[in-house]
């Protein structure tokens, strides 16, 4: 969740080319760095799975926390509201490859930027079944009025074939640790996007059990997730609280806290100590659906 260009909900140590961890209720600036197309992707070391598709390889040996966290390791400690809620057990570590989720979706949004993505799990993580219900939920959080699309600049459209912008991966708990993913360097759970691979990494131990910024509500923090990882893949960086009781910006680290004064302890360069605290939000654009619904349907009643 913190950034250094595969923001990982981190920024300590992560790949130089990763970027974690949420942005704009305004759409803040974006990043120098965007998503491209493979051309301008380097390409990682990959294995082909048994369907002949290429995957990237990630020993899980690999994955293994490092004990020396260091200064970063004992302030991570201090922020009690990163600390991975209790709550199902996890199946700690997969394979160390992906395999596709079967499924395309229309085109969702109107804007001028087309960007496709593509859903994985990691192998040995889950049922077929469980695949599913995750590229549902992933689905159904960017097709979202609320969510990127509401901005009016880009359109979003799942593909499963072909070379998309990025693609979206359910990845366990310890094979997102190594190096070359989203890193252990600040050693709490992260989600995060590897743009040297392209790849949205979603923490299966996060996606199953949220964050104490959600308390139980794990579904609105699973939205959260994704958007905050896809706002990477489109470019965007971190932001700080805007105002105390506010809606926290999705790009704000949110999975670790929603107070400021947490953060910069963190990633003092991005986020002031300036003693705000927001209120946890899934989308960017928390406001659209609202609009949306009240043109359409104006005399609906509550319930």
Request: net charge negative; with cysteine.
């Amino acid at each position: 969740m913190l950034v250094t260009v595969v923001a990982a909900f981190q920024a300590f140590g992560s790949p130089s080319q990763t970027t974690s961890a949420s942005v704009p209720m305004s759409s803040g600036a974006r990043a120098t760095t965007r998503a491209t197309g493979p051309s301008s992707r380097a390409t990682p070391a990959t294995a082909t799975d048994a369907s002949g598709r290429p995957v990237l390889t990630t020993p899980v040996g690999q994955a293994e926390p490092d004990a020396s966290n260091g200064a970063e390791g004992h302030v991570a400690e201090g922020i009690t509201s990163a600390a991975l809620p209790v709550g199902p057990a996890l199946v700690t570590a997969g394979a160390g490859t992906w395999h596709a989720v079967p499924g395309t979706t229309p085109v969702h949004g109107t804007g001028g930027e087309a960007y496709t993505y593509t859903i994985e799990v990691e192998d040995g993580l889950q049922s077929a079944e469980a695949d599913q219900a995750f590229a549902a939920a992933v689905d159904a959080t960017l097709a979202d009025p609320r969510s990127w699309i509401g901005g009016g600049q880009v359109t979003l459209a799942r593909v499963d074939s072909g070379d998309p912008s990025f693609r979206i991966s359910l990845t366990s708990q310890m094979t997102i640790r190594s190096p070359d993913l989203c890193g252990w360097d600040v050693p709490l759970e992260a989600s995060c996007f590897n743009r040297w691979d392209g790849r949205v990494l979603i923490n299966d131990a996060r996606w199953v059990r949220g964050a104490m910024a959600y308390d139980t509500d794990v579904n609105s923090y699973r939205s959260y997730a994704v958007n905050h990882e896809v706002g990477h893949a489109l470019g965007f960086s971190h932001l700080p609280c805007p105002e105390t009781g506010a809606p926290a910006p999705v790009m704000m680290q949110q999975s670790w806290s929603t107070a400021d004064n947490d953060l910069n302890l963190l990633d003092p360069e991005t986020i002031p100590a300036d003693g705000k605290v927001c209120v946890s939000n899934p989308y960017p654009f928390p406001g659209a659906a609202a609009t949306q619904a009240s043109a359409s349907a104006p005399s609906a009643a509550a319930g």
